[in-house]
């Protein structure tokens, strides 16, 4: 990794501080780091899963094979569809498609329930008539490839993934601790906006609730509404595809009943995001309920550094959606003002192409996701920080973590210019200009005492600089999919086609009680087969790893021993393996 670094040095003395060209062949990090980074055109590994917005998916719905219909009893459309239950999913849908504005699409729902029952169907018949009908498609389609891909992942059935929730738990912490320490609102203040953090939840997509059998009776139990009033529905007044698309959404809702009875820790209205985007790279937090994707957003299993890293970016942003939404400040607007005025003008700063083609151009009103960015970069800092031995691994993380940004097309509907809002934040790293020897004058440059300040919070730069010597931990931590998909082959191997819940849903308490019951016991009386060897397997990694960590053949070396010597062990495994990752990762 530390070649990365020497290129940019030797081009520093070639360009020196002065004003550059910013589309030049060799932009420097003090000048448009954005353009840097994608310079470096840094392998980006595709996604383990494909998004299914990026897929032909076909709009027809499955047909339930053993299911036969009567249509002897014909009956009209509101006969036959609750209007309250299709206005109520239709307001997830307009989130979905519509982004943030909640409380816009819930007001018009409370509105619709106090109509009457006339009332509501044209009411309804008029929203379908324009409605995008590809909208509605979404939440069947989703569901639809998530059976299928929850069917090739087979990774064991949780309702935790302890690794994900662990990463979580730690950095949420460290913001907590960061608002305790450093905020200057007053100790309510504080306490009210750590109430917030505390309370946010997190679920991570085929990780955890994941049983496929509960996902395909979803899908069935949406197939068999969907034909069922298909069938029934005779409505001369309505065109076929109005009444189709009431249809598509009216169903939504016994495939809903079935995860709300599955997911019961998140509001149903999250789960139905969950679902919907479960197939998709999207990762968004929705009133303090965080969903963030993972396989198909990245490839944990290719590229497992670079995953981390970006994992933790989109971590962090989701996290600081708790403060930063659009949502209006609810204490001390006057700080909260200023503090988004600051980081408006630095949008306005890296936005000057955009300006020069549109006369009326702000970065204001997305101006929250930046805020998000600048706080949650600073948050993955803090905790990066702990984890690395020095500067060129901040480097390497910071890099790493934001080259998924680079794409031909910035502009996107929901955020700020991709290069404008990864310079806004990148420049706000408190130890941006150390890390990149940035000079005032710089473009990139900012003087700490100009620094945008989040949540009222001093900073003090010594904290984010690297603060620890080992990242054993670091490593371990990135092999955890690994495990997983050694789990998976070692249940294939096992010829294992259904999973039984309870058998592999792990919790920390349930390994420690089977860990101390097994002490003496498993261990000792396999003392020379696979447990013992996948011990000793995973410390000769860490000991090898130390020496490099970028010796890939290594690794692949020593997965394949290591998948090699777990073959012979059984079903205890998963439990192992999460014995061995709670020894090694400090959960
Ligand atoms: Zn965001």
Redesign the pocket.
């Known amino acids: 990794m530390k070649l990365y670094f020497l290129p940019s040095i030797a081009l520093w003395a070639v360009f020196g501080n002065g004003d550059q060209d910013l589309s030049s062949e060799h932009p420097i990090p003090c000048n448009n780091f954005y353009e840097y980074i994608c310079h470096k055109n840094i392998t980006r590994v595709p996604s383990r899963l494909r998004d299914v917005r990026a897929m032909e998916v076909s709009d027809d719905i499955d047909q339930y094979q053993e299911y036969v219909f009567h249509a002897s009893n014909k009956q009209r459309l509101w006969q036959s569809v609750n209007p309250d239950i299709v206005s109520k999913w239709l307001v997830q849908f307009n989130t979905y498609w519509k982004g943030v504005n909640w409380n816009e699409h819930q007001k018009k729902h409370e509105s619709f329930l106090n109509l009457d029952a006339h009332e509501k169907y044209k009411n309804l018949e008029n929203s379908f008539e324009g409605y995008d009908f590809q909208i509605l498609t979404k939440f069947y389609k989703s569901l639809k490839l998530s059976v299928e891909y929850l069917t090739e992942l087979k990774i064991p059935i949780s309702t935790r993934n302890h690794f994900y929730h662990g990463l979580f738990d730690e950095i949420r912490d460290i913001h907590i601790l960061n608002i305790r320490t450093m905020s200057k609102f007053s100790e309510d203040r504080k306490n009210e906006l750590i109430e917030n953090v505390r309370n946010l939840k997190i679920i991570f997509p085929y990780l955890e609730y994941n049983d496929v059998k509960v996902w395909r009776d979803a899908k069935t139990a949406y197939e068999k509404e969907y034909y069922r009033l298909k069938i029934m529905i005779y409505e001369p007044n309505l065109s076929p595809i109005i009444v189709d698309k009431i249809i598509r959404v009216a169903a939504v809702n016994p495939a809903m009943e079935i995860f709300e009875k599955y997911i019961t820790s998140f509001t149903s209205r999250f789960v139905f995001q969950h679902i919907t985007a479960a197939a998709s790279g999207l990762s968004f937090n929705y009133q303090n309920e965080i969903h963030i994707s993972v396989f198909t957003m990245f490839n944990p299993i290719a590229d497992p550094k670079s995953v981390y890293d970006q994992f933790l970016y989109v971590l962090c942003?989701e996290l600081q959606?708790v403060h930063y939404n659009v949502d209006p400040p609810v204490f001390d607007e006057a700080t909260w003002a200023s503090e988004k005025q600051c980081v408006v003008d630095r949008i306005d700063h890296f936005a000057a192409a955009y300006k020069t083609n549109r006369a009326n151009w702000t970065g204001a009103p997305f101006s929250y996701?930046d805020s998000?960015n600048v706080a949650g970069l600073r948050l993955m800092l803090l905790y990066v920080a702990q984890k690395t031995s020095d500067s060129q691994e901040i480097r390497d993380t910071v890099e790493r973590s934001v080259a998924r940004f680079c794409t031909k097309n910035r502009e996107n509907l929901h955020h700020n210019p991709l290069d404008v809002s990864i310079n806004v934040a990148a420049s706000e790293m408190p130890t941006f200009n150390s890390l990149y020897n940035c000079k005032p004058g710089d473009r990139m440059y900012v003087a700490p005492e100009n620094y945008c300040k989040t949540l009222n919070m001093d900073i003090d730069v010594e904290e984010y600089k690297s603060q620890k010597i080992e990242n054993d931990d670091l490593f371990v931590l990135t092999h955890f999919m690994d495990v997983l998909e050694d789990t998976a082959v070692e249940l294939d191997a096992a010829n294992i086609t259904t999973f039984e819940g309870k058998l592999f849903d792990i919790t920390v308490e349930e390994v420690e009680e089977q860990e101390e019951s097994k002490e003496g016991s498993a261990e000792s009386s396999s003392s020379s087969s696979s447990e013992s060897d996948e011990e000793s397997s995973v410390e000769r990694e860490l000991d090898e790893v130390s020496d490099g960590l970028d010796d890939s053949e290594n690794e692949t070396e020593l997965r394949k021993s290591e998948i090699a010597s777990t073959s012979r062990s059984s079903f205890i495994w998963p439990a192992t393996v999460f014995t061995l990752l709670i020894k090694y990762i400090k959960f």
Do not use: R, Y
Request: aromatic share 0%; hydrophobic share 25%; net charge negative.
């Open positions: 942003h959606h996701e998000a």
